[in-house]
């Protein structure tokens, strides 16, 4: 019988955070999976359905990202760390962003090297290529003018250069050279994901018909990252939906680790 991995979740009151602690939890015979957050309390983004999570305290580990010796000692033993904490969005101040998102993030790669954690799955954003939407003929998708939507549209692979239009955006450009430094430095395994749009409680607005991916496609990506071939060192994936009007490929995501989504954001969605 095969061992179970031992799988770390940051960020796990947070929104995708908690919906991915909820699915390796469920899953006892293949995941012993633990939690770590700044706080005990669900996010106001978390949905509904994951607020009646209780997270054992024997599971939990309560720090703060950019306290380096909390997260050496909560990534100890682990097979795996999912690294989905962070400041969410650039509505938050540059301090914030800085600890969440720079310290703290530099914070998860070196406990793990230093405990010899195989391998790092970190959230990037769909954010880092948020510069696309306004060059053509993205634009025109993101705008709804079909008309002007040429037949053909090129997908965006991680290898094109990323286009950041914010410092959250920036942060999770880090994010990913960071994974890079590591991969091939120090030679973890570090997998980044590209996240898209996720709703909760409520139907996918209209705005994110492009950029959708629903919690449990993010969670099969976050997954599939989890259990890839040992000797992919270093990716980075789109996490999207197959949506009609999808601009980023997802084929790549599904010949390196057998991502293949459920969902699209044409579908009607309630959360």
Known sequence: MALRKRVLVTGATGHIG????????????????YALDRQ???????PQHNKGLDIPDDRFHLCDLANY??????????????HLGADPGDDGSWDSLLNNNVVGTYNVFEACRDAGVPRVVAAS??????????????????????????QKVPMISPDIPAEPRGIYG???????????????????????????????????????????VSQRDIVQLIECCI????????????????????????????????????DRAEDNHTY
């Open 125 to 150: 954003s769909i954010m880092v290529s948020q510069g696309h939407r306004e060059q053509e003929p993205y634009l025109s998708i993101y705008e709804k003018r079909w008309v002007d939507v040429p």
């Open 40 to 46: 005990r309390a669900f996010s106001g983004r978390v």
């Open 227 to 262: 259990n890839a071939d040992d000797d992919l060192k270093f990716d980075i994936f789109y996490g999207m939906s197959n949506n009609d009007w999808r601009w980023v490929d997802i084929e790549h995501a599904r010949e390196k680790v057998g991502f293949v989504p459920q």
């Open 69 to 82: 010796q909390a997260i050496r000692e909560a990534v100890d033993g682990m097979d795996v760390v999912v």
């Open 170 to 212: 920036a942060t999770k450009v880090w994010t990913e050279s960071h994974a890079r430094v590591y991969a091939y430095t120090h030679g973890l395994s570090c997998l980044c994901i590209r996240i898209g749009q996720v709703e909760r409680d409520r139907p996918r607005p209209p705005q994110g018909h492009d950029i959708f």
């Open 18 to 33: 908690s919906s991915t602690y909820l699915k390796f939890v469920e899953d006892p015979d293949t995941y012993d999976v």
